[in-house]
């Protein structure tokens, strides 16, 4: 990532993550940056540059949970469960599959399963997925 790249986001650090991303793509169809800096910048850079700015030096291990909320949250169609979430424990969250049903008719869904994973972070914990058989198309609910 570019100085420029850098500074454009410490200067719009009250932007959401998401919406300094896009200007930036923008800012590269209008010429205003170079085109190879910022389309080599990732989505995940930005908002890892951005919550360093906004978090400043913090124990990362401590607001990871808060941190993945917040990035779920920021997610079009994505609502955050608030009655079966655990801080630090567990994150519930529904996708556009359960939120959207003008796009997503539910009665296409012929199989509903679930997939885990064992032991695949650094803490050791199972991963839990709601899958769902939409058109042939396996998707997370």
């Known amino acids: 990532m570019t100085g420029e790249v850098r500074?454009?986001?410490?200067?719009?650090?009250y932007l959401a993550p998401r919406q300094?991303?896009?200007n930036l793509i923008q800012m590269t169809n209008g010429l205003d940056?170079?085109?190879?800096?910022a389309h080599v910048v990732t989505r995940q850079q930005v908002y890892n540059f951005?919550?360093?700015?906004?978090?400043g030096d913090w124990q990362r291990d401590a607001d990871d949970f808060k941190s993945t909320q917040l990035l779920v949250a920021e997610q079009?169609?994505?609502?955050?469960?608030?009655?079966?979430?655990?801080?630090?424990?567990?994150?519930?969250?529904?996708?556009?599959c359960f939120t959207d049903s003008q796009k997503f008719n539910r009665a296409k869904m012929t199989e509903i399963f679930?997939?885990?994973?064992f032991g695949t972070n650094r803490h050791a914990f199972?991963?839990?997925?709601?899958?769902?058989?939409?058109?042939?198309?396996?998707?997370?609910?």
């Open 20 to 22: 300094i991303y896009q």
């Open 76 to 96: 079009d169609g994505y609502e955050l469960v608030h009655g079966l979430q655990e801080p630090g424990i567990s994150l519930a969250f529904l996708t556009p």
């Open 114 to 117: 679930i997939d885990s994973t």
């Open 33 to 37: 940056f170079e085109k190879d800096e």
């Open 7 to 13: 500074n454009y986001i410490a200067s719009h650090k």
């Open 126 to 141: 199972e991963l839990y997925c709601v899958l769902a058989e939409y058109d042939l198309v396996s998707l997370p609910l």
């Open 50 to 55: 951005w919550l360093s700015l906004t978090k």
